[in-house]
């Protein structure tokens, strides 16, 4: 098991950046983030590293990013992810290529990678997250999180809601094919996913209570990956359908967005209660339809259908459910989706 060594979470941490690290004085920090993100922290991120910072500008999670990263970490002694996914994303695989430190500083709670071991790099031959190592330590500062728009909260969520049905797909795994099937991680996925069901109701983007219980869930389920050694405590049918419609229809809607919304179907092919996870989702303001995110029905369709292809070794419900167009369809009609 690999997994984080050091969390901070809390109010105005930022500024605590350099003796979080606990790297010599010396040494030169490599610092993946986007520019807007720089904009806002820089001033403050370079006091606290007292300039040994080296920026490397961060767009798009691909592996030109990737690379310019490590070009720019020859020298250095740790890399930091600041940012949202891509920062992190970016940073995490390029300091796990490096086998330097990575610390991940989320400047929002839309996914899980801030702490799990996985990536989301674009221009690789797979079209889902990728091994990497977990972040060394995770600083999360909750006032600069909750202002943080709050679709990305609500996709924080949408991520979270998704444990439920991955994890009844890793049984279902478990019962098909005789794979490794962790209680521990699964027990530890399922409860971050039940935290979204449990206080939708209270949760709001901007409260810093909201954002702290969001983030210590995320960093649970990335954890909970970190301790299965895979991703299928976080990832099932619901995130080869997100994985699909990146393909279908690159750009539309977020990671999390589209993993609730594929939640709501999955768990309507397992027999979950589908119902509860769709008016939680409701509850925090995350998509629930397919309009809200502007994709057709059609897409929807598709990528149902296309879902079970993306990872075929992965067996879902979808390796049972087989659906065709008809089925994807009805499916997609009788959950509100489309
Ligand atoms: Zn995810």
Redesign the pocket.
Known sequence: MELPQRILIGENVLRLLGRFLEIPKSAKIVVASGLNVQQKVREVVGFSLEGRVSWVNVELSDMENVHSVMRASRDARCIIGLGGGKSVDVGKLAASKRNLPFFSVPTSAS???IASPFASIRGTDKHYSIKAKPPVGILADVGMIADAPPQLFAAGCG?LV?KLTAVKDWQLGHEATGEYYGEYAANLALMSGQLIINNSKKMSAGDRSSVRDLVEALISAGVAAGIAGSSRP??GAE?LFSHALDAICPGAGL??EK?GIGTIMIAKLQGLDWRAIRSALKDVNAPTTAAAISISAEQVTDALVRASTIRPERYTILSKARLDRRSAQRLAEETGVI
């Open positions: 996914h899980d990678g991520d998704a976080c990832s995130h990671h999390g993993c």
